[in-house]
């Protein structure tokens, strides 16, 4: 009897042992997945996220009849996790019809055991699938769905997170007044909750959209708004990105002195804080209106600045747009062998990034130049 009891003794150890293996594993895959994800490896996200389906189909888990409750329902949100993860990398790997599935399935778990959170995180990420597929329609459903959810979970914070995604796709889809009628839900969130930094975001897209409906004189008091609530956050990058806004509606408005000066200051301050990629921006900007001004020696000088700073960040697709705006500048002022020096460089950059619509821009141009050159 006594080594009948040891021998039960030691299997059940060996069971809890095996179990809690399992338990790790399955916990080891879903974190090695999320990594993945966030690294945009979608193929050895996909692998980890179908390791932990696999070996809970393989082991019949959660379906133990003498499992603990507390057991199953971890075990069914580990399931969820790893279901969660397969919905954006399959997404993003564009397999929608899996992507689709995974959500199902996830769904169907969290609605199961009554996650409230995790559903309102499963509707925004399948938004966010839809999204980088440019199916903006699409993605408005599982938003509306993720507003509803967090309505139903009364937080603020996820509500507003929706209304920011619903405005942001009905902005894509030209649906300007309904983008509107969101981000102002959103701005009102935002207020509620005291969080300036999200009020002045609000203000900076409601701007946006004002500018889209031609609201001029509205959109520059927003952002004069936004600008107000930056600089008592002593937060230099979103003043200058103000200054951009500000010069871009001026230059809408046909106030190109208006716009230079606020692109101006925009750079100053990116300058103060080595804010390289938004250097070169406001750079373009200037050198923009300089060309649109006849001003051709400034443009050219400004844009040997923007490929400066684009180089400073290593964005290579900024130094090959910046390089092709030098082509067409030299192709402007009739300098034809200095527009096809410079369609050589931008083709070796955009080779070199394997960038066929920058490919084809720089052919287009090309065939403008021959076609020039056979004109008496």
């Not at 990420?125 to 903006?136: E, I, K, N, Q, T």
């Not at 914070?157 to 796709?169: A, E, N, R, T, V």
């Not at 002593?234 to 103000?242: F, Y």
């Not at 990629?277 to 001004?293: C, F, Q, T, V």
């Amino acid at each position: 009897m006594k080594r009948i009891l040891t021998l039960i003794f030691w299997i059940g150890t060996l069971a809890l042992q095996a179990q809690e293996n399992i338990d790790s594993l399955i916990s080891t895959w879903n974190k090695l997945g999320k990594e993945f994800l966030e690294i945009h490896e979608l193929d050895s996200a996909c692998k980890y996220g179908n390791c932990v389906i696999d070996i809970m189909a393989h082991n019949r888990l959660p379906g133990d009849m003498n499992m603990s409750d507390e057991r199953k329902i971890n075990l069914e949100k580990k399931k969820a996790e790893a279901l969660s993860t397969l919905v954006t990398a399959y997404g993003g790997s564009d397999k929608i019809d899996l992507s689709n599935q995974s959500y199902d399935s996830a769904f169907h778990i969290y609605s199961a055991i009554g996650d409230k959170n995790e559903l309102f995180k499963l509707h925004i990420r399948m938004g966010r699938v839809h999204d980088l597929r440019s199916d903006y329609g699409e993605a408005i459903i599982y938003y509306e769905k993720a507003r509803d959810q967090a309505i139903l979970n009364n937080d603020k914070k996820g509500l507003s997170l929706s209304y920011y995604f619903l405005g942001l796709d009905h902005r894509y889809l030209g649906n300007y007044s309904e983008a509107l009628k969101n981000h102002y839900e959103d701005l009102k969130i935002q207020e509620e909750l005291s969080n300036t930094v999200g009020i002045a975001n609000a203000y900076v897209t409601i701007a946006a959209i004002l500018n889209k409906l031609n609201d001029r004189d509205a959109a520059i008091e927003k952002l004069m708004d936004a600008k107000s609530l930056f600089e008592n956050m002593e937060d230099t990058s979103g003043v200058a990105m103000i200054y951009n806004d500000l010069g871009t509606t001026y230059y809408q408005m046909g106030d190109t002195l208006g716009a230079l000066e606020n692109h101006l200051q925009a750079a100053k301050l990116r300058m103060l804080v080595d804010e390289f990629n938004g250097l070169g921006a406001s750079y373009s900007y200037i050198a923009r209106i300089y060309k649109d001004r006849g001003d051709f020696n400034q443009a050219h000088n400004y844009l040997h600045l923007v490929e400066k700073a684009f180089h400073n960040s290593s964005n290579l697709n900024g130094i090959m747009t910046t390089q092709i705006d030098m082509a067409r500048l030299h192709f402007r002022k009739k300098e034809m062998d200095s527009t096809i020096v410079w369609l050589n460089i931008a083709h070796k950059t955009a080779t070199q990034m394997m960038n066929y619509r920058g490919l084809i821009l720089i052919y287009s141009i090309r065939g403008e130049v021959e076609l020039f050159q056979k004109i008496p």
